[in-house]
C-alpha cells in the first residue's frame, strides 16, 4: 500500500519535466534554423562572389581612371565582375506563369511597433514584401578612383600570409596578404549583408554595397543576449558576408585550337626561355628536324599544336614533331599560345609555360608579342582555353614529382618567366 502511494505521488512529473524542457528545446531548434539558413545564405553568396572574382579576373584592367563614372558599362573587370553577381541572382521564368527567384537569401519585413522595448523580440509583426524583393539582390558597387580597401572590387596584390587571428579586421584591412594596389596582380570582390549603422563602411557610393542583415525567425524569442557593444542579434539580425580573392598565375596547361567554337589554342612552335627573354635579330630558319634556328643558334622547336600540354611536360616526340610547322588559314589569326620550354640538367628540355603571340607567318614563322598590362592582357585579349593552375609546392610537374623542386625555382617570385613580357597568365581562385 505505500508502494502505490509513492506512484501516484510522482504522476505527471514526465509531463512537467517535458513542459520545460520544451521551451529550451524550441530555443535551440529555432537557433539552429536560423543559423542554418544564414550559412545557405553565405553560401549562395560566396559562390557568386567566387565567380564575379575569377571572371572580373580574365579582364583584368592594370590601371584605374579617376574620373570615370562609377555607373557606366566600361567593359573592364569591375563593370564585369558585378555584371557576374547580378547575373548570378537573375530571376528564372519557368515560361507556364512561374518564376523561380534566385537571391541572396530572404528578406524579411518586421515591424516592432506598440510592442514595447527591443526586447520583446518575439512580439513583432512578420509581413513579406513584394515577391520581387522577397530575396537580396547584391548590386555592386565599382570602387574606382581610390580604389579603398573596403569596397565591393578592389584591386590589389596577393602574396599569401599566414594568420591566427581574423583575416579582415573592422576596418576591412586584410591580414591575409592582400593589399589594395591599382596596378596588382589581384582581385578582390566582396558582398555583404550587414546593419548600416554599425559598418558605415559598407554603404559608400561608388565604393561598397551592403543589403540588410538576415533576421533571426524561429529563433527571436529565444534567450540570446546582447553583445557587450550592444549588438542584439534577436533585433539586429545576423551579418553575412563572402570575399573571394582572384591571382594572375602563369598558365600551366593549354590546349589545342577549338574550330566549333573559334577558340584560340597552341602554336605549332615552342620557343626556349633564352630567347623569349632575350630575342635576337634575323630570319627564323625551320630545320629538318623541326628545330627553329637563327644563324645556327636554336631558339625553339616545332610541336604537335592539336595536344593538351602541361607544364613539365618533356620536349620530346610524338610532342616534338619535324618542321616545317602548319597550320589552317582559320587558325593562323587564333593560335596565340607559344610553349616556352628550359633545359633542366639530365631531364632534357621541359615545358615551363606559355607566350601569348599573334602569328603572322609560317613560312617562315614570325610572329608578334602581344602586348599586356602589369596583370593580364587587355580586354579585347581575353584568356581563353587556357586552364589555371596554383603553382606552391610541389608537384607542378604531373609525370616527374622529381622534377618538381626544379620547377618550383623557376617560378619563384624573381625567376625570368614571371617577370618574361607577354606570359600567358591565368585565374586562380585563392581564397
Not at 501516484?8 to 513542459?19: E, K
Amino acid at each position: 500500500m505505500h508502494v502505490r502511494s509513492s506512484l501516484r505521488s510522482r504522476r505527471g512529473t514526465v509531463q512537467i519535466l517535458y513542459a520545460l524542457l520544451f521551451f529550451g528545446i524550441c530555443g535551440i531548434a529555432g537557433v539552429v534554423i536560423d543559423l542554418g539558413s544564414a550559412r545557405h545564405t553565405q553560401v549562395v553568396m560566396q559562390s557568386a562572389a567566387d565567380s564575379a572574382a575569377m571572371e572580373g579576373m580574365r579582364f583584368r584592367d592594370a590601371t584605374v581612371t579617376p574620373d570615370v563614372d562609377p555607373d557606366d558599362d566600361a567593359p573592364d573587370c569591375r563593370t564585369i565582375a558585378a555584371a557576374s553577381v547580378s547575373k548570378s541572382f537573375t530571376d528564372a521564368d519557368l515560361g507556364d506563369g512561374r518564376t523561380i527567384r534566385y537571391g541572396a537569401g530572404p528578406v524579411y519585413i518586421l515591424d516592432e511597433s506598440g510592442f514595447g522595448p527591443p526586447e520583446l523580440a518575439a512580439a513583432q509583426t512578420l509581413r513579406l514584401p513584394a515577391p520581387a524583393d522577397r530575396v537580396s539582390r547584391p548590386r555592386l558597387e565599382r570602387n574606382r578612383g581610390a580604389n579603398l580597401k573596403e569596397g565591393d572590387i578592389v584591386a590589389g596584390n596577393y602574396a599569401y600570409q599566414a594568420t591566427s587571428g581574423p583575416v579582415e579586421d573592422a576596418d576591412y584591412t586584410r591580414n591575409d596578404g592582400f593589399v589594395p594596389s591599382a596596378t596588382g596582380d589581384a582581385l578582390l570582390v566582396r558582398l555583404r549583408r550587414s546593419d548600416s549603422v554599425r559598418d558605415p563602411l559598407a554603404r559608400e557610393a561608388g565604393v561598397s554595397s551592403s543589403g540588410p542583415t538576415l533576421p533571426f525567425l524561429f529563433a527571436r524569442g529565444s534567450l540570446i543576449q546582447p553583445s557587450t557593444s550592444g549588438y542584439n542579434p534577436r533585433t539586429d539580425g545576423i551579418t553575412v558576408r563572402a570575399t573571394a580573392i582572384a591571382q594572375a598565375v602563369p598558365a600551366k596547361t593549354a590546349g589545342p585550337f577549338e574550330a566549333n567554337t573559334g577558340t584560340e589554342g597552341l602554336a605549332p612552335f615552342a620557343l626556349t626561355l633564352t630567347y623569349w627573354t632575350t630575342p635576337i635579330a634575323g630570319p627564323i630558319t625551320v630545320e629538318a628536324d623541326g628545330r627553329l634556328t637563327i644563324g645556327g643558334a636554336t631558339i625553339g622547336q616545332c610541336v604537335d599544336s592539336t595536344r593538351v600540354v602541361t607544364v613539365g611536360r618533356s620536349m620530346i616526340a610524338p610532342f616534338a614533331i619535324p618542321g616545317p610547322p602548319a597550320l589552317a588559314p582559320t587558325e593562323l589569326a587564333l593560335a596565340n599560345y607559344v610553349p616556352i620550354y628550359d633545359t633542366f640538367g639530365a631531364a632534357g628540355d621541359r615545358l615551363i609555360g606559355f607566350g601569348l603571340v599573334r602569328i603572322e607567318s609560317l613560312s617562315p614563322p614570325t610572329f608578334d608579342r602581344l602586348p599586356r598590362g602589369t596583370a593580364f592582357p587587355s580586354a579585347a585579349i581575353p584568356l581563353r582555353n587556357v586552364s589555371a593552375a596554383v603553382l606552391q609546392g610541389a608537384g607542378n610537374d604531373l609525370s616527374d614529382p622529381a622534377l618538381s623542386p626544379q620547377l618550383d625555382a623557376v617560378f619563384s617570385a624573381n625567376a625570368n618567366l614571371r617577370i618574361a613580357p607577354s606570359i600567358v597568365l591565368a585565374p586562380v581562385l585563392v581564397r
